[in-house]
T-cell receptor, first 115, second 115 residues
Framework: AQTVTQSQPEMSVQEAETVTLSCTYDTSESNYYLFWYKQPPSRQMILVIRQEAYKQQNATENRFSVNFQKAAKSFSLKISDSQLGDTAMYFCGLDRSGTASKLTFGTGTRLQVTL | DAEITQSPRHKITETGRQVTLACHQTWNHNNMFWYRQDLGHGLRLIHYSYGVHDTNKGEVSDGYSVSRSNTEDLPLTLESAASSQTSVYFC??????????????FGEGSRLTVL
């Protein structure tokens, strides 16, 4: 079985600051895929960033980057220059199948960006 | 623009009734998924399909069924609704067979209340 743990139910950050959301996981697979999805208050989830476990280089998408520590089974999301539009639930996910049939999500972190 | 739509967005029903949630995507994606979202559980996979006439059980499939008669639609049926099935349901789709290159595209969700 695989598990994904997000230990921070809620976080708050001021606009323009940097915030890091934590995610740890457990799997016995050697290759898998990791994701961060964002669910804004309107509720439609969108992909923020993905990481392939066999790639050592951390993924980056504009203001979003990850710190992938494979040995520690850690996959944190860093948001730089936080904006009000970043306010959302963030879900960490792990897919060991490569086809989303074994994609496990964490319980989510609610991020509030304040003025 | 391509999209994925769910209906109804809100539904109240009684215990024991049959309920069907519709999901329609115009992405022409082969893969479609149904998740339920509950507080403290994140998103959990109910059923998924990799193409027409293909259906597979997910993590929490008991009490649910799906059928795939065409590429665009994957309706989710609750044969006899139970209060434990009160939840927010999300449909998602993806292209190809690998999440290495394919992301999940989510609908806006259907909130179901079973009284």
């Amino acid at each position: 079985a695989q598990t994904v743990t997000q230990s921070q139910p809620e976080m708050s950050v001021q606009e323009a600051e940097t915030v890091t959301l934590s995610c740890t996981y457990d799997t016995s697979e050697s290759n898998y895929y990791l994701f961060w999805y964002k669910q804004p208050p309107s509720r439609q989830m969108i992909l923020v960033i993905r990481q392939e476990a066999y790639k050592q280089q951390n993924a980056t998408e504009n203001r979003f980057s990850v710190n992938f520590q494979k040995a520690a089974k850690s996959f944190s999301l860093k948001i730089s220059d936080s904006q009000l539009g970043d306010t959302a639930m963030y879900f960490c996910g792990l897919d060991r199948s490569g086809t989303a049939s074994k994609l496990t999500f964490g319980t989510g972190t609610r991020l509030q960006v304040t003025l | 623009d391509a999209e994925i739509t769910q209906s109804p967005r809100h539904k109240i029903t009684e215990t024991g009734r049959q309920v069907t949630l519709a999901c329609h995507q115009t992405w022409n994606h082969n893969n479609m998924f149904w998740y339920r979202q509950d507080l403290g559980h994140g998103l959990r996979l109910i059923h998924y399909s990799y193409g027409v006439h293909d259906t597979n059980k997910g993590e929490v499939s008991d009490g649910y069924s799906v059928s795939r008669s065409n590429t665009e639609d994957l309706p989710l049926t609750l044969e006899s609704a139970a209060s434990s099935q009160t939840s927010v349901y999300f449909c998602a789709s993806s292209t190809g067979t690998s999440t290495r290159t394919g992301e999940l595209f989510f609908g806006e969700g259907s909130r179901l209340t079973v009284l």
